[in-house]
C-alpha cells in the first residue's frame, strides 16, 4: 500500500471551486525550485530526481510509452516535494510521526501485494514513475498523512472527511509558506496543488461516484 503518486490516493480534489491562487512572481531563493517553510527546495534536487526517472525508463522495454506518459515530470516531482514537506509540518502540529519499523513493514506488504520486490519496482516505475530511491520516502510520507488523518478522525472516503482534512493541509501550507520558480508552476492554496500538476492528493468523493 503506497501513496497517491503510488498506490494510494490521496489528492486535494475540486472539492471548493473558483479559488484564488497564492502565486509566486520568482522565488527570492537562486537555484530554488520551491520553497517550503523557508526551505528550499533545490533546482538541482529536482532534476536529479527527474534524471533517475528517466534513465530507469529507457532502460524498460516500453521507454517511449513511459516517457510520454509522463511528459509533466518535472511539475510533478516539484509538487510531490512539497506535499511532503506539508503532511510533515502536519505531522508535527498534530504531535504524530512514522517509524522505520512501520515503514519496513508497509513496504513488505506493498511487495507481497505487488507478487515480489522486482514486481513493485516495475509497477512504480511504469504507473507511478518512480525509482526504488524513492519508494520508502514515498510510503513515510503516505503513512504520515494516514496518521494526521487518525488523528483528526478524518474519513477521506467520505466528502466530509475530505474536506476535513484538506482544511488541515490547507492551514498548513498558509502557516508554512510556499514559493513556487514560476518555471514548475503556481501554488494553488485552496486546492494543495501546483497548476496543471496531474498529481492530486486525495480522491474525490460523489454520490454519483462508482469508483474511489
Excluded at 532534476?47 to 534513465?55: E, K, L
Excluded at 517511449?64 to 509538487?79: E, F, M
Aim: hydrophobic share 40%.
Amino acid at each position: 500500500m503506497l501513496r497517491r503518486r503510488t498506490a494510494l490516493s490521496f489528492t486535494a480534489a475540486a472539492v471548493l471551486a473558483a479559488t484564488p491562487l497564492l502565486t509566486s512572481c520568482g522565488t527570492p531563493h537562486p537555484g530554488a525550485a520551491a520553497v517550503v517553510g523557508g526551505k528550499q527546495i533545490t533546482v538541482s534536487t529536482v532534476q536529479a530526481r527527474v534524471d533517475a526517472v528517466r534513465a530507469a525508463q529507457h532502460g524498460n522495454p516500453q521507454a517511449a510509452q513511459l516517457i510520454a506518459a509522463s511528459s509533466d515530470l518535472q511539475r510533478n516531482t516539484v509538487h510531490s516535494l512539497i506535499q511532503d514537506q506539508v503532511i510533515e509540518q502536519a505531522a508535527k502540529d498534530a504531535g504524530v510521526s512514522v517509524s522505520p519499523r512501520e515503514v519496513q513493514q508497509a513496504r513488505a506488504s506493498a511487495e507481497q501485494q505487488a507478487g515480489g520486490a522486482a514486481q513493485l519496482r516495475t509497477q512504480l516505475l511504469q504507473t507511478y514513475a518512480m525509482v526504488p530511491a524513492d519508494i520508502e520516502e514515498s510510503i513515510r510520507s503516505d503513512l504520515t498523512l494516514r496518521k494526521v488523518e487518525q488523528y483528526y478522525g478524518a474519513d477521506v472516503q467520505t466528502a466530509a472527511g475530505q474536506a476535513e482534512i484538506l482544511d488541515v493541509l490547507r492551514k498548513t501550507s498558509d502557516k508554512l509558506g510556499v514559493d513556487v520558480n514560476p518555471r514548475y508552476g503556481s501554488w494553488n492554496a485552496k486546492k494543495l496543488t501546483l497548476d496543471s500538476t496531474k498529481e492530486p492528493w486525495i480522491t474525490q468523493v460523489t454520490k454519483t461516484s462508482t469508483t474511489a
